[in-house]
């Protein structure tokens, strides 16, 4: 809740979140954005071809309008350091240098995704043929 609109709130530690300086700033006065720490798990899709995120489509229409608002507010799609980075991230587990773990601690949301995809089946092969290709591992940089 920004402390504009209650600023009671303003020093509650139940109104305080870990976020990214850059994902704090975009959210600012806005209260168009879901809460993390209260969401269920699979409101947000992840795409391992895009690296996007996107609403999951069995999510009302009212929902999907709240995802759809939090990752515009956030530009969690449009900007290219935010998309760059889950790439990378999946990449680093598909080489080994990201075990299962460690992404879940550090990218919760693609480790959930990931089982829930079935990604070591599904999509980890066509990702390890990818890194057979110098360039690609070069322009990754892992």
Known sequence: MPKTKDPSL????????LCRAKL???????DDVLDPYVLA????RFNF???????DPDLSDDDKKKVNATIVRFELNE???LVQERLRAVYAYADGKLTREQLT???PLIASEMVAQDFDVKHLPRFRRLLENPRVRDGLGI
């Not at 798990?41 to 947000?44: A, T, V």
Request: charge should be negative; avoid cysteine.
């Open 24 to 30: 704090n700033h975009r959210k600012g006065e806005h």
């Open 49 to 55: 071809t895009t690296f996007e995120l996107y609403p």
């Open 105 to 107: 601690r550090l990218y």
């Open 10 to 17: 303003a020093y509650e530690w139940s109104n305080f979140r």
């Open 79 to 81: 900007d290219d350091n």
């Open 41 to 44: 798990e699979g409101w947000f």
